[in-house]
Each structure stands twice: as C-alpha cells, then as structure tokens.
C-alpha cells in the first residue's frame, strides 16, 4: 500500500511561481511512473504532467506547457511541480498520483493552490 502526501500549497499572485511536493512510501518509489493532477471548482479532475519512473520521459498538459515542470528524486521518494507564471485559471486541488501500467491507481489526498489576480 503506498501513501502519498502533498505539500507544498497556498495562496501565490498571478506571475508567481510556487513547488509542490508529493512524498511517498510504501513500495519502491523508483518503480512508477508519477503524475500531477489538478481539480478546479466545479470542473472535473484533469491531467496536468506526468513523468517516468527513470525521471527521462515527461508529458505536460497543453495548458501548463512552458510553465510548468514535473521531476523527481528517486532517492527522496519525492516528485516535484514547478509552477511558474501562474496564472488565476491554475487555482485548483492539486493531487499527485502513481501509475501502474496504463491506470493511476493512488492518489494524494490534494493541497490547494490559490492565485489572486
């Protein structure tokens, strides 16, 4: 059984810049591939990055793409979202999750990321 808790979250102005963190335990982090998502208010969840269990292959969602950056420390058990130039439309509960497969399968209970514009 995996836990997976994020930290990292607040309130940042539009144009700031804010990290997340997603700590893991449980069975080998190396092993799976990781990725973040994010849930708006009155939206469904959607994917925002994913990234491989090497660190070397990484998907971002159009949306985020030259802002935001996905990585991991494998030796932290840790995967990271820098978020750059945020803007108001990024407010969200972001949720890292882990990958078996083809399906995410555990997920971070979220933290809040709020941007004032």
């Known amino acids: 059984q995996v836990q997976l808790v994020e930290s990292g979250g607040g309130l940042v102005q539009a144009g700031g810049s804010l990290t997340l963190s997603c700590a893991a335990s449980g069975r080998p982090f190396s092993n799976y591939a990781m990725g973040w998502f994010r849930q708006a208010p009155g939206k469904e969840r959607e994917f925002v990055a994913g990234l491989s269990s090497s660190g070397t292959i990484r998907n971002v969602a159009d949306s985020v793409k030259g802002r935001f950056t996905i990585t991991r420390d494998n030796a932290k058990n840790t995967v990271y979202l820098h978020m750059n130039s945020l803007k108001a439309e990024d407010t969200a509960v972001y949720y890292c999750?882990?990958?078996?497969?083809?399906?995410?399968?555990?997920w971070g209970q979220g933290t809040q990321v709020t941007v004032s514009s």
């Open positions: 999750a882990r990958r078996t497969g083809v399906e995410y399968d555990s």
